[in-house]
């Protein structure tokens, strides 16, 4: 006798990112009913024109609309980037009047410590759940560590792979490194939340690793991918690093949050931040650094300002 799957009712709000759409797309081909929730200047055009797929535009200024958009859903996920984040708290003071099972606040990130905190952007994170939490709302929270794009194909983290150098922050060179790539998040999110019992999911704090590399384990990749032994820049003692990300917050510095990631890989804080309970994604063939580095599979990240692209140029001059 057949089974069929029993699908949770999906909310996605914030489909249009790197990383969000995605996800989104991985949700949506799940087979579970997505409804993207999107302000008025928004576009979803290109979403698939599917039976489990509907739309529904909100003004989050204006809580009926909220309350409308959060009919008939069971779980809502927010995949707002950076200058969305505040936007959540909309719908969390609704969530507590809808029938809404479970809240999944945008994160993909770590559990940072309290300088971590101070970091504007995980400042206003930490808010959302917080309040969250005041108001009863169940949570799963959702933790990556890095996106192996970010860390492995821009320099912020003091990785250069095309270049084939390296700065190193404090123990780098042995300390491990949590990553997963846009896809694994995205099959990730899919796998957790298209058809899991809801109360399997709540108030539950899930890490998900592709793999962990340390800075030994990259140079000797980059340095079979080149042919030539990586350039080690700077070595950075941990106190350094600290000073540096100090007067970073200070200044108000949007550079700060790359530099507090090498901080954590360099103490070896990043993978402990992420927690044990971590999520494996069934049936998924993982990455692994030598097919990202070696064997070229890496794929590029989000574009960045030309201005934060040539501030990390510099430490390699």
Not at 83 to 96: I, M, N, T, Y
Not at 201 to 227: C, N, P
Not at 295 to 301: A, F, H, N, T
Request: glycine fraction near 6%; hydrophobic fraction near 40%.
């Amino acid at each position: 006798m057949s089974t069929s799957t029993s699908y949770n009712r999906l909310a996605v709000y914030g489909h249009r990112g790197w990383a969000s759409s995605a996800i989104s797309k991985a949700l949506i081909d799940s087979g579970a009913h997505v409804k993207v929730l999107y302000r008025p200047s928004s576009d979803v055009s290109d979403l698939p024109k599917r039976d489990n797929v509907s739309t529904f535009e909100v003004n989050v200024d204006d809580e009926a609309q909220v309350l409308e958009a959060l009919n008939d859903v069971d779980i809502l996920i927010s995949l707002v980037g950076h200058e969305g984040v505040e936007r959540q708290h909309a719908f969390v003071e609704a969530l507590p009047k809808t029938s809404v099972k479970l809240f999944v606040p945008s994160d993909l990130a770590a559990r940072y410590d309290e300088q971590g905190l101070r970091v504007p952007v995980n400042a206003a994170k930490d808010k959302v759940e917080k309040r969250a939490k005041e108001l009863g709302i169940p949570l799963t929270i959702v933790l990556p560590g890095n996106f192996a794009e970010f860390a492995l194909s821009t320099i912020a983290m003091g990785v250069d792979c095309v270049g084939n150098q390296i700065i190193l922050s404090g123990d780098m060179v042995k300390q491990p490194l949590n990553l997963c790539t846009k896809d694994y998040v995205a099959s990730g999110y899919a796998s957790l939340f298209a058809s899991t019992p809801i109360d399997d999911l709540s108030q539950r704090v899930i890490a998900l690793s592709e793999f962990q590399v340390t800075g030994e384990d990259l140079i000797a990749s980059l340095t079979e991918k080149h042919g030539f032994p990586t350039r080690v820049v700077n070595t950075l003692a941990i106190e350094q690093v600290d000073r540096l990300i100090e007067e970073k917050l200070e200044a108000g510095d949007r550079s700060t949050l790359a530099y507090y990631c090498r901080k954590i890989w360099g103490t070896g804080q990043q993978v402990k931040m992420i927690g044990e309970d971590v999520w494996t994604v069934p049936g998924y063939q993982k990455q692994t650094q030598k097919a990202l580095l070696v064997d070229g599979e890496l794929k590029p990240y989000r574009s960045l300002s030309q201005e934060f692209i040539d501030h990390f140029a510099h430490e390699f001059e």
